[in-house]
């Protein structure tokens, strides 16, 4: 399961909502690709369509689709939002990872 905070639901519909679009037409599709300082690093995209093999996941009104491959990297993580000094944007809090690089974007298992 995809965790959502309630932090980072209000900036994906504020997002949306920009684009013209809402969580409830639109998924939020996340991934694991490989890259970055620590090996992989973590994808985010806004998407209507749904692949077959998509895991759907749904917290707080937000619809979560990951591919099967990502979803062992990703199983337990909370998606959240961080307004302070140290950087403005979306986390990932993943349990799985055993580090991560300094601005969180990259991780390894």
Same mark, same amino acid.
């Given at each position: 399961?995809?965790?959502?905070?309630?932090?980072?639901?209000?900036?994906?519909?504020?997002?949306?909502?920009?684009?013209?679009?809402?969580?409830?037409?639109?998924?939020?599709?996340?991934?694991?690709?490989?890259?970055?300082?620590?090996?992989?690093?973590? @994808?985010?995209?806004?998407?209507?369509?749904?692949?077959?093999? @998509?895991?759907?996941?749904? @917290?707080?009104?937000?619809?979560?689709?990951?591919?099967?491959?990502?979803?062992?990297?990703?199983?337990?993580?909370?998606?959240?939002?961080?307004?302070?000094?140290?950087?403005?944007?979306?986390?990932?809090?993943?349990?799985?990872?055993?580090?991560?690089?300094?601005?969180?974007?990259?991780?390894?298992?």
């Amino acid at each position: 399961m995809i965790q959502v905070s309630d932090e980072a639901k209000r900036r994906l519909s504020a997002l949306m909502e920009e684009q013209g679009t809402s969580l409830e037409t639109t998924y939020i599709k996340v991934g694991v690709k490989s890259g970055g300082c620590s090996g992989l690093s973590y @994808d985010m995209s806004f998407t209507a369509d749904r692949d077959e093999e @998509d895991k759907l996941f749904e @917290d707080k009104g937000v619809k979560i689709l990951v591919n099967k491959k990502s979803f062992l990297y990703l199983a337990g993580t909370t998606l959240e939002f961080s307004g302070g000094l140290n950087g403005k944007g979306f986390a990932f809090n993943n349990p799985n990872a055993s580090r991560t690089c300094g601005c969180g974007e990259s991780f390894a298992v």
